[in-house]
């Protein structure tokens, strides 16, 4: 039996999806989500030019095949930015696909004022 490894990015839409998060309180209609395909996290993970390797440096945060993540709300929009920046010179499929669901999760986080958190 193969093992599937599945890839999230979450994003606190209110204070109750934060609750969600941080008090382990059931309440996922607050939380954003997006699930990214094997082949977009590769994508996105690709040393030292992906997407989270560039945050990885960047903010010293760990988001990897095996590591839960967080991104502080304080670097959500610059990771936008950035985003955007990469979905504009990529011509990989899966690397387009895989930066414009973390940017629908970065653009929630944003919005509510809270981080992003990426689960492996």
Same mark, same amino acid.
């Given at each position: 039996?193969?093992?599937? &490894?599945?890839?999230?990015? $979450?994003?606190?839409?209110?204070?109750?999806? %934060?609750?969600?998060? =941080? %008090?382990?309180?059931?309440?996922?209609?607050?939380? %954003?989500?997006?699930?990214?395909? !094997?082949?977009? $996290?590769? @994508? #996105?993970?690709?040393?030292?030019?992906? $997407?989270?390797?560039?945050?990885?440096? +960047?903010? +010293?945060?760990m988001v990897d095949l095996?590591?839960?993540? !967080?991104?502080? @709300?304080?670097?959500?929009? /610059?990771?936008? =930015?950035? @985003?955007?920046?990469?979905? @504009? +010179?990529?011509?990989?499929?899966? /690397?387009?696909?895989?930066?414009?669901?973390?940017? &629908?999760? #970065?653009?929630?986080?944003?919005?509510?004022?809270? %981080?992003?958190? $990426?689960?492996?």
């Amino acid at each position: 039996m193969d093992f599937i &490894r599945r890839h999230f990015s $979450f994003a606190p839409k209110n204070l109750e999806g %934060y609750n969600h998060f =941080e %008090y382990f309180i059931e309440d996922k209609e607050n939380v %954003y989500e997006e699930e990214l395909t !094997q082949e977009e $996290f590769d @994508a #996105l993970d690709e040393y030292p030019t992906g $997407f989270f390797s560039s945050i990885n440096k +960047k903010w +010293k945060v760990m988001v990897d095949l095996w590591e839960d993540e !967080q991104l502080p @709300a304080e670097h959500v929009a /610059e990771a936008l =930015e950035l @985003a955007n920046a990469m979905i @504009a +010179k990529s011509s990989n499929p899966a /690397e387009i696909s895989g930066l414009e669901k973390v940017k &629908r999760a #970065l653009e929630v986080a944003v919005k509510s004022g809270y %981080y992003i958190e $990426f689960d492996n």
